[in-house]
């Protein structure tokens, strides 16, 4: 190993996931998942979450890019690019098709048996996230979703039926994708996709999400605590959104309400690591009078429950100003938030901040003592086919190899132990917050637009042979 190398068997991959590529929303048995029910939105625009499926309106996920049937096409263009890895999702919806089914669908089983099969063939390890953002929709009508104790045992029972199924193919696992992004309790987008919420406004939005929130880290703990009994080699991580938080100046009022905004959005990956609330957060629950239920039993669990490393997704970092709340006044960590003048944004608005994921690497490891894999990074940003079929995206090499470029200080310099990167959408996909295909994060164009014409076929952009390159030195030349 050059010293310019990653360690050996450093996890280069991309990531996905089920909802947004693999389309077929009614194939071989899968039932209807919250991303079903959602139309497509633009930036500023945000997605509809309709009641039900409704003639009419454009749902993006429906067909996505149809990785269901392409499956075989794409894994071998992810092996032609060296993936050591392949992160994607389980739809539950595929395996039981309304949650609360009292046996699995075969068929939904065994496409994802064949998919890993696919990925093993060219020693390519899947990576698996178990719920991300396709809850049933059924759950959700019939439950309220995961503001019903009755979820964590459906959610269980999902986990337990894929760890069983693939305990052979698959050894590191997800539960919950970016848990923490409930911290945004008025979004109704984040809270129906993390936690099935349909907000209501006679309820209080934050105290229905301490309370789902406490059943899904419950359901997190109970998974990993079984997960363990079938395959005690299996790695159970958190998934969460990591985004620094900065003080907008040196003021010791916004130092203070940068660190309550990161109190704020952290704790759910407290408790997954540490297996306890920490005090912050239970001295805040008091304060605003919420009683969420939370049993001495379920105490025990989280206790038993922890996880084995920290997955986690990095796109932005952001500051906070004491002008816009007060650290006492502080309810939804956004309303804090500031532009920050040091840094460019993305054509849909995301700071772009390299340094901030060296920053993160080592404030994860200073918390939480245990590996990292970054399971998400990269860039949205629109695509121009020229005349001869190629796609020029030196905006998209560029953000990945200034990010890399930080990732390998902190691997290389810091003592970071960094198990892998996955950046996102490394074949074109559904976004999730917009319901777009042009906001696009590929390696991999896909002919298709943001009205559902294409011919969806595949094509490979410049950053492709970049990546190629990049995994084929591991690292070490990044040019
Ligand atoms: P898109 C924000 C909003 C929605 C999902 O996002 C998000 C985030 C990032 O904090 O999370 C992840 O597609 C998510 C993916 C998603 C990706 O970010 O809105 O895990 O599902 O596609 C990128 O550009």
């Known amino acids: 190993m050059s010293a310019n190398q990653f360690p050996a068997g450093f996890l280069w991959g991309g990531a996905v996931a089920a909802h947004q590529l693999e389309g077929g929303w009614q194939a071989d048995g899968k039932g209807i998942s919250v991303a079903d029910v959602m139309t ?5 625009v945000p997605r509809e979450i309709t009641k039900g499926v409704l003639p009419g309106k454009n749902y993006p996920n429906h067909e996505a890019i149809d990785f269901y049937s392409h499956y075989k096409e794409d894994v071998k263009l992810f092996a032609e690019m060296g993936f050591k890895c392949f992160r994607t999702s389980i739809a539950w919806t595929r395996i039981f098709p309304n949650g609360d089914d009292a046996n699995p669908n075969e068929a939904g089983l065994k496409f994802y048996d064949d998919l890993f099969d696919e990925c093993l063939k060219y020693g390519i390890e899947p990576v698996i996230t178990l719920a991300h953002f396709e809850m049933p929709y059924h759950l959700v009508e019939a439950y309220g979703g995961f503001a019903n104790r009755k979820c964590i045992d459906f959610f269980v029972k999902f986990a337990v039926t894929c760890f069983k199924r693939y305990k052979d193919k698959v050894k590191y696992w997800m539960t919950f994708n970016e848990i923490d992004n409930q911290s945004s309790f008025n979004n109704d987008f984040l809270m129906c996709t993390n936690s099935g919420l349909l907000l209501d406004n006679e309820l209080d939005n934050e105290a229905q999400m301490f309370q789902a929130a406490h059943y899904e880290l419950v359901a997190s703990a109970l998974a990993v605590k079984e997960g363990k009994k079938i395959n005690p080699d299996f790695m159970i991580g958190t998934m969460i959104n990591y985004t620094p938080v900065y003080p907008a100046t040196s003021n010791p009022e916004d130092v203070l309400l940068a660190q309550r905004v990161d109190q704020r959005r952290n704790w759910f990956s407290d408790v997954q690591v540490w297996g306890y609330y920490p005090a912050g957060i239970e001295a805040y629950i008091t304060k605003k009078g919420f009683r969420p239920d939370i049993t001495a039993e379920d105490r025990i669990v989280l206790s038993e429950g922890t996880v084995d490393y920290v997955g986690f997704s990095y796109y932005q970092s952001m500051s906070v100003s004491s002008q816009k709340v007060s650290v006492d006044q502080l309810t939804d960590p ?18 772009i901040d390299p340094v901030g994921l060296r920053y993160s690497l080592n404030l ?3 918390r939480y003592h245990l590996p990292l894999f970054i399971v998400e990074n990269g860039l949205g940003a629109v695509d121009e ?12 090499i560029d953000y990945l190899r200034a990010h890399i470029q930080e990732v390998k200080k902190a691997v290389l310099e810091d003592g970071v132990d960094l198990m892998g990167y996955t950046p996102w959408g490394c074949i074109d996909l559904v976004s999730a917050g917009t319901g777009q295909m042009s906001k696009r994060y590929g390696f991999i164009y896909v002919d298709k637009d943001d009205e559902g014409n294409g011919t969806l076929a595949r094509s490979r952009k410049d950053s492709f042979y970049w990546y190629q390159k990049v995994i084929k030195t591991n690292g070490a030349d990044l040019a």
Do not use: C, F, M
Request: hydrophobic residues 30%; glycine residues 10%.
């Open 40 to 44: 497509a939105g633009a930036y500023g």
């Open 334 to 351: 956004h309303e804090a938030q500031v532009e920050n003048p040091n840094l460019k944004a993305s054509d849909w608005g995301w700071p």
């Open 364 to 366: 994860l490891t200073d």
């Open 385 to 396: 086919v020229q005349a001869d079929g190629s796609i020029h995206d030196p905006y998209r």
